[in-house]
Every structure is written in structure tokens, then in C-alpha cells.
């Protein structure tokens, strides 16, 4: 039940909560965790449950979750970098890190589940566009949580978990959708109308909690923070969580300085850069088919989110601004070639979103952002299935419901209330 390791503060206007709760009553702001421990001092375990303290849930769950953070030699030389990190959050037992859907989403949803559970909810439900309900769909099974997941269709085939699937995975899929904001919208409505607890998005504490533990890990490794940090991005959440915990670190004595956010995005879909480096505001509901159109043509779909917590209080700007940070725009052919470069240095294939955050690296060394001799963070946020495989048998998830709408009426998701719970 509920405990007081925690509080909830808004990151706008000061309001303190207890938790669990998603909203400011006064304002748009993010809820941010203030843990009453401030030292950092990690615990035993290999992974993300290392850091129990600055995670809300009291408990911690017996799965290989977690970043290797390792310093790289190969492609550091290549780049010309004196002090390049690499943490790696995908699959990859050579270097010791084993998430079980290959990609930090793994992050997010154990420790969502267990702080869920300590506050008295049942079940969830959320949309994704592929490796969140991955996560969602693993840990439901494995901590044995009712979660309702809406996709989008085109994210089917990417829907996949390395062990058989039960009934605690609720699939509901939006026939000839291709597009994640539906998905969003859909599953809003089937928590309101089911009073299923929605979990939340970018307003998720556990969510941004979990996924801050690659720098934590990072900080317990080399004793301090990075310079810079390098990550793709789609709604911006892990980046906000980045600089959530580098202010945790400082706080703790472990620096004076944020590390710079130098974040990524697949052209020609690159909403938040063009917000940040053009100016040009992010209106999700306008021009919605050429959105949809740019979409489908990049090779990263995972970060594909028209509706990112950008303006928001807190958010991808707040953090953005406060590091003094950069954005990149990366094409298909500059990710795929990085991708290359990071399997030939590495010796470690990773998927199209962490082949984004490594061309990034690449743009960023050429317009001289980044100091030879600074110290480098490289986010290398998941890799691809094919890996996965060779050690694991990947099964299917088949949907319980096929919505042919994106906006069902009330009393159709009421009809389908015995398939969701």
C-alpha cells in the first residue's frame, strides 16, 4: 500500500502530493518524485532495481532489467572522442545487459506495475506503437498485472514478448490504423468508460523514474555525470527523466553541472526539433495526413508521437532549455549508415532508433558541439528482434478485440467490457 519513501511535487507551481497521483489540481505541470533519501547510494542488484531509493515502488521484481554502461575504445577512436560511454539498454549479453524486449521501454513498465499495485490499482490501460507494449505486455505476464494495451494495426507485427503470453495481456488493436495518437485517444476512453486506471505517459512518475536509471547507472560506473548526453527521441520522456536524474545526482554531491541533452529525431517526422530549432509550434491535430505521410516513410516509427510533452511545464523544453541543449534532424540513410559504423566499431548491432542517437553523435562532432575531450553519454536505447532470438523463442500476441474505429462509442466499449477485464 502506500508509503512515504516519496512526494510528488509540480514542477510549475510547487504543490506537494502524496502519491499516487498523475496531476497538478492547479496547473499543467509535470509531477515530479522528491525521494526523502538524497544520497546515492546504489544497491546490490546488477540492473534497474539497483536503485530501489529513487524508484517510487517499494519493492523490486527478480528481472534482468537494467543499462551496461561500458567506455567504448573502438568507435570513440573512430569519432576522435577521448572519453565516449555507451550505455546500452537493448539485448546484448556480451556486454552484460539482457532487457527482456530489447529495448529501455523494459524500464518503464516493472517498476509502472509495482508502484501501481502498492496503491491499491488492479489493471491499466495504455497505447503504444510497438516497444512500450512490448514491456507492458512481458511484465504483465511476469508480475501477473491485467493490462489493456491499444495499437495502432501497423504496430502488430512488432508485437512480440520472449515468453508465452496470458491473460493478464489485453490486446486491442485499430484496424487499419496507422497512427499512434488514435491509439492514444482510444485508450483514454476505455479507462473512462471502464474506470481502468489510464498509467499515465510522460505524467507517469515510475515511468520517468525508470527510464532515469541509465544515467544513474552511468553515475554509479564512473563516479560523476557526463558532459554531454546523446539519445533518440519520440515523446522526449526518457530525456526529461535524463535531466529528472542528473538534478537528483548534483543534489547528492555527484557534480555541479547538468549534462547537455543533445536529442534525436528521424526525418522528415522531427516535431520537436522543429519546435526547438525553428520555432515552429507542434500542432499535432493540423495537417494530420502529411504527419501521417512523413511517418510512414522513416525507419524509427518507435519515434513517431505527434503529441509529445513538449510545451508542457517540465517538459522536453524545461529540459532542453535548462541543459542548454541541442536537437538533431537524422535521415534513414544517416541512421543506417551509423548503424554500420556502431556494428563494425562495437561489434553490437542496434535497432533504428539508437542508429538515430549515433548519427546524432556524428552531426554533433561535425558542428563542433562536442569537445574531443568531453565526456559522452551514447544512449543506445534498444536493438532488434533478431538478436532476441537467437537466445529466446519470441511468441505473438493475439488481440482480443479488433476495433474497426478509432473512436468506439461508449456502449460499444461496455459491450466489450468482458474481454478487457
Known amino acids: 500500500m502506500a508509503h512515504s519513501k516519496l512526494s510528488l511535487v509540480c514542477t510549475h507551481c510547487d504543490s506537494i502530493y ?74 546484448a549479453p ?33 497505447a503504444s ?28 507485427e512488432r508485437l512480440w514478448i520472449p515468453c508465452k503470453p496470458s491473460e493478464a495481456i489485453r490486446l486491442v488493436v485499430l484496424e487499419g490504423c496507422d497512427d499512434y495518437a488514435a491509439a492514444i485517444r482510444t485508450a483514454e476512453r476505455i479507462g473512462r468508460v471502464l474506470k481502468i ?10 515511468r520517468r523514474d525508470g527510464m532515469s536509471t541509465a544515467m544513474l547507472e552511468y553515475a554509479r560506473q564512473m563516479h560523476s555525470l557526463p558532459d554531454h548526453y546523446m539519445q533518440a527521441i519520440g515523446s522526449g520522456t526518457g530525456a526529461v527523466a535524463t535531466w529528472e536524474a542528473a ?52 525507419d524509427a516509427l518507435v519515434l513517431a508521437n505527434r503529441k509529445p510533452p513538449y510545451e508542457v511545464p517540465g517538459g522536453v523544453r524545461d529540459a532542453l ?42 552531426q554533433a562532432i561535425e558542428l563542433e558541439r562536442i569537445p574531443r575531450d568531453d565526456a559522452v553519454l551514447l544512449h543506445i536505447t534498444g536493438n532488434n528482434e533478431a538478436v532476441l532470438q537467437q537466445d529466446a523463442v519470441l511468441h505473438r500476441i493475439e488481440p482480443v478485440w479488433i476495433l474497426r474505429t478509432e473512436t468506439p462509442k461508449d456502449e460499444t466499449i461496455r459491450k466489450a467490457a468482458h474481454l478487457l477485464r
Open 129 to 156: 506503437a510497438g516497444n512500450t507494449a512490448r514491456a507492458f505486455a512481458y511484465a504483465a505476464v511476469k508480475l501477473d498485472f491485467p493490462v489493456v494495451i491499444v495499437i495502432p494495426e501497423r504496430a502488430l
Open 18 to 91: 502524496a502519491p499516487h497521483r498523475l496531476h497538478c489540481d492547479h496547473c499543467d505541470g509535470l509531477l515530479r518524485s522528491h525521494y526523502e533519501k538524497r544520497s546515492f547510494e546504489p544497491g546490490d542488484h546488477p540492473g534497474l532495481f539497483a536503485f530501489t531509493d529513487w524508484l517510487p515502488a517499494s519493492a523490486a521484481a527478480d528481472l534482468p532489467i537494467g543499462s551496461s554502461v561500458y567506455g567504448s575504445e573502438a568507435l570513440a577512436a573512430r569519432l576522435g572522442l577521448s572519453n565516449l560511454a555507451i550505455a546500452f539498454s537493448g539485448y
Open 197 to 206: 486506471a489510464g498509467e499515465g505517459g510522460a505524467r507517469n512518475v515510475a
Open 247 to 298: 538534478q537528483r545526482l548534483i543534489d547528492a554531491g555527484l557534480g555541479n553541472r547538468l549534462p547537455k541533452l543533445h536529442l534525436s529525431q528521424n526525418a522528415p517526422f522531427t516535431p520537436i526539433h522543429d519546435a526547438w530549432s525553428r520555432g515552429i509550434p507542434i500542432r499535432p491535430d493540423e495537417n494530420v495526413s502529411d504527419q501521417l505521410q512523413r511517418i510512414d516513410v522513416i
Open 321 to 362: 532549455s535548462a541543459t542548454e541543449g541541442h536537437t538533431y534532424a537524422v535521415t534513414n540513410a544517416e541512421a543506417r549508415a551509423a548503424a554500420e559504423l556502431f556494428e563494425e566499431a562495437e561489434g553490437l548491432a542496434i535497432g533504428p532508433a539508437a542508429a538515430v542517437a549515433t548519427a546524432s553523435l556524428l
Open 94 to 126: 556480451a556486454v552484460g545487459t539482457l532487457n527482456p524486449t530489447g529495448s529501455f521501454k523494459d524500464f518503464e513498465a516493472a517498476p509502472t506495475i509495482l508502484y501501481y499495485q502498492e496503491h491499491g490499482i488492479e489493471s491499466l490501460v495504455l
